[in-house]
């Protein structure tokens, strides 16, 4: 039976599950849930009675459900340990999980769509001003990743060592928002180079967001058809 990955094409933390689920080689089925219509998906009473927190991604595993992607790419570590996601020495496994956290729970939540929908339809903030703020978040975000991975010896063709693993995971999704908001990127030669590496591998482009069935968009790196 199939594992089943409750996704929406642009969430940051559902891609992040897709990729670890495809390194990992594990087969899943994807059910789409629109963070958008109808005033969101996510918070339909069906849906909230499987997912309280009323967010994606939600991984079922049989009976059992996991929600929030740090946990479940953890999970999927613990059941299927090759290809490994962290490094093997206690140290390594630590700074791995630091930047990771820098990424999903420092700056992913600052640009979530629920708080710019907060920013603009409760607290009056315009359009142009949201953006700014998005974008602020981000670049801080950014430039602190860019230090640690620029000068750090654990870096090689990824984050962590010649192999993808848990950082690239994070990274990927997070720059693929950058991108799509038309960030200058010259700033993060670093995290730029990890991000055209990763983006080789079938792994992190069959998680990309023009390949997933609830597609509306494509790879910001990939100009649109005339």
Same mark, same amino acid.
């Given at each position: 039976?199939?594992?089943?990955?409750?996704?929406?094409?642009?969430?940051?933390?559902?891609?992040?599950?897709?990729?670890?689920?495809?390194?990992?080689?594990?087969?899943?089925?994807?059910?789409?849930?629109?963070?958008?219509?109808?005033? @969101?998906?996510?918070?339909?009473?069906?849906?909230?009675?499987?997912?309280?927190?009323?967010?994606?991604?939600?991984?079922?595993?049989?009976?059992?459900?996991?929600?929030?992607?740090?946990?479940?790419?953890?999970?999927?570590?613990?059941?299927?340990?090759?290809?490994?996601?962290?490094?093997?020495?206690?140290?390594?496994?630590?700074?791995?999980?630091?930047?990771?956290?820098?990424?999903?729970?420092?700056?992913?939540?600052? @640009?979530?769509?629920?708080?710019?929908?907060?920013?603009?339809?409760?607290?009056?903030?315009?359009?142009?001003?949201?953006?700014?703020?998005?974008?602020?978040?981000?670049?801080?975000?950014?430039?602190?990743?860019? !230090?640690?991975?620029?000068?750090?010896?654990?870096?090689?063709?990824?984050?962590?060592?010649?192999?993808?693993?848990?950082?690239?995971?994070?990274?990927?999704?997070?720059?693929?928002?950058?991108?799509?908001?038309?960030?200058?990127? !010259?700033?993060?030669?670093?995290?730029?180079?990890?991000?055209?590496?990763?983006?080789?591998?079938?792994?992190?482009?069959?998680?990309?967001?023009? !390949?997933?069935?609830?597609?509306?968009?494509?790879?910001?790196?990939?100009?649109?058809?005339?």
């Amino acid at each position: 039976m199939k594992t089943q990955l409750y996704s929406f094409w642009r969430s940051s933390a559902a891609f992040r599950v897709r990729i670890a689920l495809n390194l990992k080689g594990l087969d899943y089925e994807v059910i789409p849930v629109h963070l958008v219509k109808q005033g @969101g998906e996510q918070i339909s009473p069906e849906y909230t009675n499987k997912n309280p927190n009323r967010l994606v991604p939600l991984y079922t595993d049989g009976n059992q459900t996991i929600h929030q992607s740090l946990a479940i790419i953890e999970y999927l570590e613990e059941i299927q340990p090759s290809p490994p996601l962290l490094p093997k020495s206690a140290i390594d496994r630590a700074w791995v999980r630091s930047i990771a956290m820098d990424i999903a729970i420092e700056i992913h939540p600052l @640009g979530n769509l629920r708080v710019l929908r907060y920013l603009v339809r409760n607290l009056g903030v315009s359009i142009e001003a949201k953006d700014l703020w998005y974008q602020h978040w981000m670049a801080l975000g950014l430039e602190s990743i860019e !230090k640690q991975l620029s000068t750090d010896l654990r870096v090689g063709r990824f984050a962590c060592g010649d192999q993808p693993g848990l950082i690239d995971i994070c990274l990927v999704p997070q720059l693929f928002n950058a991108l799509s908001a038309k960030m200058d990127m !010259k700033a993060y030669p670093t995290l730029m180079k990890i991000f055209h590496e990763c983006m080789t591998l079938p792994a992190f482009i069959d998680a990309s967001w023009e !390949k997933q069935i609830d597609a509306e968009g494509s790879n910001p790196l990939v100009p649109p058809k005339e």
